[in-house]
């Protein structure tokens, strides 16, 4: 606790005495240790104990204001997070005062210390271990060794909470992969079954145009019909589109099949440069799933 802090606790009080809450920190530093201090041999309130950084809440002041400007003022070091933790007390000072006890975990990013020699002559950085075993656990030192051992108690959680949120995000990461894995084996499957069924579609629709004319409104001819349609149907209910050819649109090698060539010399070229074949008929119907032509539709070109 600084000098600043010992004049202003006396301006905080009521009626019947003086309160003042004090706040202390385990400063946890980037390697996961925590500094402990040592209180000058000159100090009244403990010489030679073990302390960490931390001290009276000035008027105005938070508890975590107060954090970041003790830590900075006993060690140089700036405080980039804090968190606060269980312990709370209020217990009776020597001036009769009440003193209500806060204690947080915070983390820095420096490791480089300086001290003030009037208020502490040594420090060191400790794995928490180490400074639990270090302080004792009763006296002066009992609540701060007690703020070291909720500090780890606190990381273990933070580093359990941690691995639970990476065990999760791995978990969606098997689940998208998963869906998009049965996705894709759902379009090699209808692809089968298409490949399977696309003949059987063939041959309906060449039965149809055998059909005479006058048997056309036949029941019988009409049933055939409808199985046709429904074989369509349920392939649409899975992806699977007819790709749509019309008689004299451009050949497309990437949707077409050409099976014959019905162009002639006079055809073949217009104007001194090749000219664009056309489809004049489609012989068999082609089929894409989503963007992949699965069979290309054979047709006639001229």
Same mark, same amino acid.
């Given at each position: 606790?600084?000098?600043?802090?010992?004049?202003?606790?006396?301006?905080?009080?009521?009626?019947?005495?003086?309160?003042?809450?004090?706040?202390?920190?385990?400063?946890?530093?980037?390697?996961?240790?925590?500094?402990?201090?040592?209180?000058?041999?000159?100090?009244?309130?403990?010489?030679?104990?073990?302390?960490?950084?931390?001290?009276?809440?000035?008027?105005?002041?938070?508890?975590?204001?107060?954090?970041?400007?003790?830590?900075?003022?006993?060690?140089?070091?700036?405080?980039?997070?804090?968190?606060?933790?269980?312990?709370?007390?209020?217990?009776?000072?020597?001036?009769?005062?009440?003193?209500?006890?806060?204690?947080?975990?915070?983390?820095?990013?420096?490791?480089?210390?300086?001290?003030?020699?009037?208020?502490?002559?040594?420090?060191?950085?400790?794995?928490?271990?180490?400074?639990?075993?270090?302080?004792?656990?009763?006296?002066?030192?009992?609540?701060?060794?007690?703020?070291?051992?909720?500090?780890?108690?606190?990381?273990?959680?933070?580093?359990?909470?941690?691995?639970?949120?990476?065990?999760?995000?791995?978990?969606?990461?098997?689940?998208?992969?998963?869906?998009?894995?049965?996705?894709?084996?759902?379009?090699?499957? @209808?692809?089968? =079954?298409? *490949?399977?069924?696309?003949?059987?579609?063939?041959?309906? $629709? +060449? !039965?149809?145009?055998? %059909?005479?004319?006058?048997?056309?409104?036949?029941?019988?001819?009409?049933?055939?019909?409808?199985?046709?349609?429904?074989?369509?149907?349920?392939?649409?209910?899975?992806?699977?589109?007819?790709?749509?050819?019309?008689?004299?649109?451009?050949?497309?090698?990437?949707?077409?099949?050409?099976?014959?060539?019905?162009?002639?010399?006079?055809?073949?070229?217009?104007?001194?440069?090749?000219?664009?074949?056309?489809? @004049?008929?489609? =012989?068999? *119907?082609?089929?894409?799933?989503?963007?992949?032509?699965? $069979? +290309? !539709?054979?047709?006639? %070109?001229?």
């Amino acid at each position: 606790m600084t000098k600043h802090n010992q004049q202003s606790d006396t301006k905080t009080g009521n009626e019947e005495g003086l309160f003042r809450i004090t706040a202390k920190a385990a400063v946890i530093g980037p390697d996961g240790k925590v500094i402990v201090l040592t209180r000058a041999t000159k100090d009244k309130r403990g010489p030679g104990n073990h302390d960490l950084p931390g001290g009276h809440v000035d008027p105005g002041e938070t508890p975590e204001d107060t954090i970041r400007r003790e830590v900075r003022e006993e060690t140089g070091l700036a405080v980039r997070d804090i968190a606060p933790l269980p312990t709370y007390a209020v217990f009776t000072g020597e001036d009769g005062s009440s003193i209500q006890k806060l204690r947080f975990i915070a983390f820095t990013d420096g490791t480089e210390v300086t001290t003030d020699p009037e208020e502490h002559s040594a420090h060191e950085w400790l794995t928490l271990d180490e400074a639990i075993a270090k302080l004792s656990d009763e006296g002066y030192e009992a609540d701060k060794r007690d703020t070291i051992i909720q500090a780890k108690e606190y990381l273990a959680e933070k580093d359990a909470l941690g691995g639970w949120k990476r065990c999760l995000a791995d978990f969606e990461n098997y689940k998208r992969r998963q869906e998009a894995s049965q996705k894709e084996m759902g379009k090699f499957l @209808v692809e089968r =079954l298409l *490949n399977d069924l696309a003949p059987v579609l063939d041959n309906f $629709r +060449a !039965a149809a145009s055998h %059909v005479p004319e006058a048997s056309k409104g036949d029941p019988w001819v009409t049933g055939i019909g409808y199985i046709e349609k429904q074989l369509e149907d349920v392939l649409a209910q899975h992806g699977v589109r007819v790709i749509e050819v019309g008689e004299g649109e451009p050949f497309d090698p990437n949707r077409h099949e050409a099976l014959s060539d019905e162009s002639t010399e006079e055809d073949a070229e217009d104007n001194g440069e090749p000219k664009t074949q056309t489809v @004049v008929k489609v =012989l068999q *119907n082609g089929y894409m799933i989503g963007d992949k032509v699965v $069979r +290309a !539709a054979k047709v006639t %070109v001229k």
